[in-house]
């Protein structure tokens, strides 16, 4: 029997071999509310299959997670979203998409853990489901940028409206985004690694 053959076949697929060029590895986060498009944004983005586990959402949620607006869905995250994508030929990006419902916080301890900056993705219609996350994020020290994912029902505000009932300082990037595309997602991620270049620059010069 030829086994070296049906190895190769169960091998793994070109596009999973994290490239011979890359030096550094970095680990993001993506977190935010219940349906705004984390798993969607680690779906489109990523280079190898994304890992994900959904499961239909249980009694747990049941008038915990706030579903006006989202009533389509009727599954939510209970664990992690996982993909990886090359930035360029020498950065790998691992991104670790969680949920933001206080019931899952306990996945926040470990998560953290090495992660460089994070992104928190926000739907305009549900932006108070963000503050905790965001208070989280802030206490923790961990960098971010905001993205707001574009659902076609969903107001649209100028970006300083949105900085404004978010609470957040200037400094702190806020982007549009689509989370179903690539391209954008991608942007996004641009943005954050843009960011932790600016803050890591800020620190040497400071
Ligand atoms: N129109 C629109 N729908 C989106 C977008 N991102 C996600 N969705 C949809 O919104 C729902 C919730 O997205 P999901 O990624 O599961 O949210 P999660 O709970 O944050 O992981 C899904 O039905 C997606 O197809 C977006 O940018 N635009
Ligand atoms: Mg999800």
Redesign the pocket.
């Known amino acids: 029997m030829d086994f070296r053959s049906s190895e190769q076949a169960l091998g793994p697929r070109s596009e999973d071999v994290l490239p011979t060029t890359a030096t550094a590895a970095v680990k993001v986060v993506i977190v ?1 509310g ?7 944004l680690v779906g489109s983005v990523s280079e190898i299959r994304p890992l994900t586990t959904e499961e239909t959402m249980t009694q747990a949620g049941v008038g915990v997670d706030d579903t006006a607006g ?1 009533e ?2 009727t599954s ?2 209970v664990a992690m979203d996982f993909g990886r994508i090359s930035i360029n030929e020498e950065l790998v990006l691992y991104l670790f ?1 969680t949920p933001g419902q206080q019931r899952f916080w306990f996945l926040w301890r470990g998560l953290f853990e090495g992660a460089l900056g994070a992104v928190v ?1 926000v739907d305009t219609r549900r932006l108070e489901v963000s503050f905790d996350v965001i208070g989280r994020l802030e206490e923790r020290g961990v960098p971010f940028v905001v993205a707001v ?4 029902e969903a107001p649209s505000y100028p970006v300083d409206e949105l900085r404004g009932a978010l609470d957040l300082p200037a400094s702190v990037p806020i982007v549009l985004c ?3 595309s690539r391209t954008s997602s991608r942007d996004v991620l641009m943005a954050l690694m843009h960011y932790l270049q600016a803050l890591a620059t800020a620190q040497e010069v400071g």
């Open positions: 935010g219940f349906g705004v498009g984390k798993t969607t989202v389509r869905k939510t995250t998409g993705l994912n574009s659902f076609p689509d989370a179903r």
